[in-house]
C-alpha cells in the first residue's frame, strides 16, 4: 500500500511555513517544468512536404534559384524565417541575409536577430524604412480621428517595397521568403495562379522570389523547429506565457498601423451612439487587396480597383512578421 508523503503544514496553514503571498520558488519549492513542448514537437514523424525526402528535393531548387538569380533570404524574426535560413544555409553558408526594420518591431527581436547573426555568422543586412514607420503614422493624420482624411497611406510601399527594392539593388534580383501557402487564401492564389505548384513568384518588377516551405503547415514549421534545435524568437514564449491562442501567434510591430484609416464609428456596433458617428465611412477592403500581402514587388495586380484609403492594411508576409 502506498502512502502519501506527509506535508509539513504551519499553524497558519501555509506548507513548508511559507507566507502567504509569497511564490512557491521563493520558499524554496521547484516547480516541474511541464511538459516539454518543443521535444513533443520534435518527435513528429515530418509530413511528406517536410520530410527528408521533400528537404532532398527542396535544396536543389534553392541552389538553382541562387545561380540564377543570386539574392537574399529575407528575415523578419518569425517563425519561418529561421527555417528557410536553416535551408538556405545548407546550399550556401555565406547566404546573404536581409531584414527589414521598420523601427518597431520588438526589443527581442532585435535582440534575437543580433544574437543569430553573431551564433550562425550571418552575412547579415540591416535595411531600415526611410522614413521610419511611426514617423509615416504620425505623419498621416490617421492618429486624429475628428481631422480630415488625407493622403492614402502605403505601408506595403514602407515597410515591404521600398526596402526591398534597395536590397535587390544590392544583392541581386532573387529572394527567399518564408512566405506560405496556408496562411491565407491570397497567399494560395498567389502560389497556383496559372497552375504553378513549385513555389516560384515571378515579380511585376523583374524580381524572382521562392518559397522553399510554401506548401508547409504550421505544424511543418514547428516541427523542423524542433527537430533541428533551430532558435526561435522569445516573443513566440511570451505570447504563450500569455495564452494567446497559437493561430494568433504572429509578429508584427509594436504599433500596428492596420485599421487607422477608420474611425470610432466604423468600428462600434451599429446601435450604440458616438458622437463621431456622423464622421465618414470607408468601404470594406476590396477582395484582392491582401494579394499585396507579400514581400518585394511581388503585388498581385488587382482586378478592379483596390481603395486607396484600405493600403494602410498592407504590412506584408513578415507581419508574420510569422
Same mark, same amino acid.
Given at each position: 500500500?502506498?502512502?502519501?508523503?506527509?506535508?509539513?503544514? &504551519?499553524?497558519?496553514?501555509?506548507?513548508?511555513?511559507?507566507?502567504?503571498?509569497?511564490?512557491?520558488?521563493? !520558499?524554496?519549492?521547484?516547480?516541474?517544468?511541464?511538459?516539454?513542448?518543443?521535444?513533443?514537437?520534435?518527435?513528429?514523424?515530418?509530413?511528406?512536404?517536410?520530410?527528408?525526402?521533400?528537404?532532398?528535393?527542396?535544396?536543389?531548387?534553392? =541552389?538553382?534559384?541562387?545561380?540564377?538569380?543570386?539574392?537574399?533570404?529575407? @528575415?523578419?524574426?518569425?517563425?519561418?524565417?529561421?527555417?528557410? *535560413?536553416?535551408?538556405?544555409?545548407?546550399?550556401?553558408?555565406?547566404?546573404?541575409?536581409?531584414? @527589414?526594420?521598420?523601427?518597431?518591431?520588438?526589443?527581442?527581436?532585435?535582440?534575437? *536577430?543580433?544574437?543569430?547573426?553573431?551564433? $550562425?555568422?550571418?552575412?547579415?543586412?540591416?535595411?531600415?524604412?526611410?522614413?521610419?514607420?511611426?514617423?509615416?503614422?504620425?505623419?498621416?493624420?490617421? $492618429?486624429?480621428? !475628428?481631422?480630415?482624411?488625407?493622403?492614402?497611406?502605403?505601408?506595403? =510601399?514602407?515597410? +515591404? &517595397?521600398?526596402?526591398?527594392?534597395?536590397?535587390? /539593388?544590392?544583392?541581386?534580383?532573387?529572394?527567399?521568403?518564408?512566405?506560405?501557402?496556408?496562411?491565407? /487564401?491570397?497567399?494560395?492564389?498567389?502560389? &497556383?495562379?496559372?497552375?504553378?505548384?513549385?513555389?516560384? +513568384? /515571378?515579380?511585376?518588377?523583374?524580381?524572382?522570389?521562392?518559397?522553399?516551405i510554401w506548401n508547409w503547415t504550421t505544424t511543418d514549421v514547428w516541427a523542423h523547429i524542433a527537430r533541428h534545435q533551430l532558435p526561435v524568437n522569445p516573443v513566440y514564449a511570451k505570447l504563450r506565457e500569455l495564452g494567446v491562442p497559437e493561430q494568433q501567434h504572429r509578429l508584427s510591430h509594436l504599433i500596428d498601423g492596420g485599421h487607422l484609416d477608420r474611425r470610432p464609428a466604423d468600428l462600434a456596433p451599429p446601435r450604440v451612439a458616438h458622437p463621431l458617428r456622423a464622421t465618414r465611412r470607408h468601404p470594406p477592403p476590396h477582395p484582392t487587396t491582401e494579394?499585396?500581402?507579400?514581400?518585394?514587388? !511581388?503585388?498581385?495586380?488587382?482586378?478592379?480597383?483596390?481603395?486607396?484609403?484600405?493600403?494602410?492594411?498592407?504590412?506584408?508576409?513578415?507581419?508574420?512578421?510569422?
Amino acid at each position: 500500500m502506498r502512502h502519501r508523503a506527509r506535508r509539513n503544514v &504551519t499553524p497558519e496553514g501555509n506548507e513548508g511555513g511559507c507566507s502567504q503571498g509569497r511564490s512557491l520558488s521563493s !520558499c524554496g519549492v521547484q516547480s516541474e517544468p511541464g511538459l516539454d513542448l518543443t521535444l513533443l514537437r520534435g518527435l513528429r514523424t515530418p509530413s511528406e512536404k517536410s520530410g527528408p525526402a521533400a528537404i532532398g528535393a527542396i535544396l536543389p531548387r534553392i =541552389e538553382a534559384h541562387l545561380a540564377a538569380h543570386d539574392g537574399y533570404v529575407a @528575415f523578419s524574426g518569425g517563425k519561418d524565417s529561421p527555417v528557410v *535560413l536553416d535551408l538556405a544555409r545548407r546550399v550556401e553558408a555565406d547566404v546573404p541575409v536581409v531584414f @527589414f526594420d521598420s523601427g518597431l518591431d520588438y526589443p527581442e527581436t532585435y535582440d534575437y *536577430l543580433t544574437e543569430l547573426a553573431h551564433t $550562425w555568422r550571418l552575412d547579415l543586412h540591416r535595411i531600415p524604412t526611410d522614413p521610419p514607420l511611426l514617423r509615416v503614422l504620425a505623419d498621416s493624420g490617421h $492618429w486624429d480621428h !475628428c481631422a480630415p482624411v488625407g493622403a492614402a497611406v502605403d505601408l506595403h =510601399e514602407v515597410l +515591404i &517595397t521600398a526596402p526591398a527594392r534597395r536590397a535587390h /539593388a544590392l544583392l541581386g534580383a532573387g529572394e527567399l521568403w518564408g512566405v506560405r501557402a496556408d496562411e491565407s /487564401a491570397a497567399r494560395r492564389m498567389l502560389y &497556383t495562379r496559372g497552375g504553378r505548384r513549385d513555389g516560384i +513568384i /515571378a515579380c511585376a518588377d523583374r524580381t524572382t522570389a521562392y518559397g522553399p516551405i510554401w506548401n508547409w503547415t504550421t505544424t511543418d514549421v514547428w516541427a523542423h523547429i524542433a527537430r533541428h534545435q533551430l532558435p526561435v524568437n522569445p516573443v513566440y514564449a511570451k505570447l504563450r506565457e500569455l495564452g494567446v491562442p497559437e493561430q494568433q501567434h504572429r509578429l508584427s510591430h509594436l504599433i500596428d498601423g492596420g485599421h487607422l484609416d477608420r474611425r470610432p464609428a466604423d468600428l462600434a456596433p451599429p446601435r450604440v451612439a458616438h458622437p463621431l458617428r456622423a464622421t465618414r465611412r470607408h468601404p470594406p477592403p476590396h477582395p484582392t487587396t491582401e494579394l499585396g500581402n507579400v514581400a518585394g514587388g !511581388c503585388r498581385e495586380p488587382a482586378r478592379g480597383s483596390v481603395p486607396a484609403v484600405n493600403r494602410p492594411q498592407w504590412a506584408g508576409p513578415h507581419q508574420r512578421r510569422t
